[in-house]
């Protein structure tokens, strides 16, 4: 994981947007989040694509993130494949790249004001997730921090360098992972 005095990536800033632009997004956002509270088991397909790109330390890892963000992975997985993609690294990253949320770093409660703070107040955010001393600070500490945490996961659970370096920049849109932060950012 980042050292506390090394910078990280910050997550996708919306502060910039206009505001009707903001506001849809944080709309889209809500209408996710319902969607989230429900989300379908995975069937014996979507199982042997975790069997076919993952290690078993990896499947291990993906069974550690909520139902929601196993179910936004398998979707861009899904979508890269439409695209053509068959890079297996890529398609592995695509699979984790959220798996710093899991394990209850990043719970459900936490997403709603996250994407609310990122648009409409993104340096009380950065002051929120600065560290992760205070417990109330901790979910916001590893929202920001997802892609660096699931990164250090990842390749404790035997992924490639390289996926792991794809999950680590996956929301750089110019970064090793563009493909990845293009479908996920859309999604």
């Known amino acids: 994981m980042s050292s506390p005095t090394q910078q990280p990536t910050p997550p996708r800033s919306r502060a910039s947007l206009p505001t009707a632009t903001r506001w849809q997004s944080v709309q889209y956002r809500v209408w996710q ?10 069937d014996t397909s979507e199982r042997a694509i975790l069997d076919a790109y993952l290690p078993p330390a990896g499947r291990s890892l993906f069974a550690t993130m909520t139902r ?3 179910r936004h992975s398998l979707t861009v997985f899904a979508a890269l494949r439409e695209r ?3 890079d297996a ?3 592995a990253a695509a699979v984790l790249h959220d798996s710093g949320k899991g394990g209850g770093r990043v719970r459900l409660w936490v997403r709603p004001p996250f994407v609310l703070l990122r648009a ?5 955010l950065r002051w929120l997730a600065r560290d992760a001393a205070a417990w109330w600070r ?5 929202a920001w921090r997802h892609a660096d945490v699931g990164a250090d996961l990842a390749a404790a659970a035997g992924l490639s360098e390289r996926a792991v370096l794809l999950i680590r920049t996956h929301h750089l849109p110019n970064g090793p992972a563009a493909a990845l932060h293009a479908v996920d950012d859309a999604l």
């Open 33 to 42: 989040f319902w969607r989230s509270l429900l989300p379908r088991p995975l």
């Open 138 to 142: 901790r979910p916001f500490y590893y």
């Open 68 to 70: 929601n963000d196993q």
């Open 89 to 91: 690294d890529l398609l």
């Open 84 to 86: 053509g993609c068959d």
């Open 120 to 124: 409409f107040a993104p340096g009380m």
